[in-house]
């Protein structure tokens, strides 16, 4: 196991619906990320939270609302989502933001479905 | 603008072989250069990590090699078992503020008994 933890696996949800996602870390990590993975493509980064402060969003729509309440959880809101959002959505985090050659510790993902 | 190149996109070989994965890199300043593994339904996991000083380093069967002056990186694998099929990501850290990531398309690995 990594020591990131995603829940839900998996979700299907209509497009006026709202629902969380969940990461939780057990590695004392300070840092956490939000990534999108698309079929075929790059991953994105989508938040970056270091000790509790979100430093980094990267143009990411509003419906899309991150929220991390202490290190070692990281929630990730949705609502009014696009069927272009539907994708594999990874956790990650790291001992510090910034920090040199810290390697990024991934969860295995949420895959959502959006109808 | 920073981009990670992968290729080949997708590669099969047999159980046994030996295989070369390459990535390209046009990122700058650059500081390190990660490879990770992603299985089918799982997330990605670091394999080995180089600095720009480094030219090369092992993991088991996995050998990552870095060339800082033409920009590229390799990943070899000897001896490929069929739980080396998955997703092998580059990844290389710009040194700038943030040190943020760009991450390559991958090369998707099956290997067949």
Known sequence: ?115 | KNQVEQSPQSLIILEGKNCTLQCNYTVSPFSNLRWYKQDTGRGPVSLTIMTFSENTKSNGRYTATLDADTKQSSLHITASQLSDSASYICVVTSNNAGNMLTFGGGTRLMVKP
């Not at chain 1, 979700?11 to 956490?32: D, F, I, P, R, W």
């Not at chain 1, 959880?73 to 985090?93: I, K, V």
């Open chain 1, 1 to 115: 196991e990594t020591g990131v933890t995603q829940t839900p696996r998996h979700l299907v949800m209509g497009m006026t619906n709202k629902k969380s996602l969940k990461c939780e870390q057990h590695l004392g990590h300070n840092a956490m990320y939000w990534y999108k993975q698309s079929a075929k493509k790059p991953l994105e980064l989508m938040f970056v939270y270091n000790f509790k402060e979100q430093t980094e969003n990267n143009s990411v729509p509003s419906r899309f609302s991150p929220e991390c309440p202490n290190s070692s959880h990281l929630f990730l809101h949705l609502h009014t989502l696009q069927p272009e959002d539907s994708a594999l959505y990874l956790c990650a985090s790291s001992q510090e933001w910034g920090v040199l050659n810290q390697p990024q510790h991934f969860g295995d993902g949420t895959r959502l479905s959006i109808l």
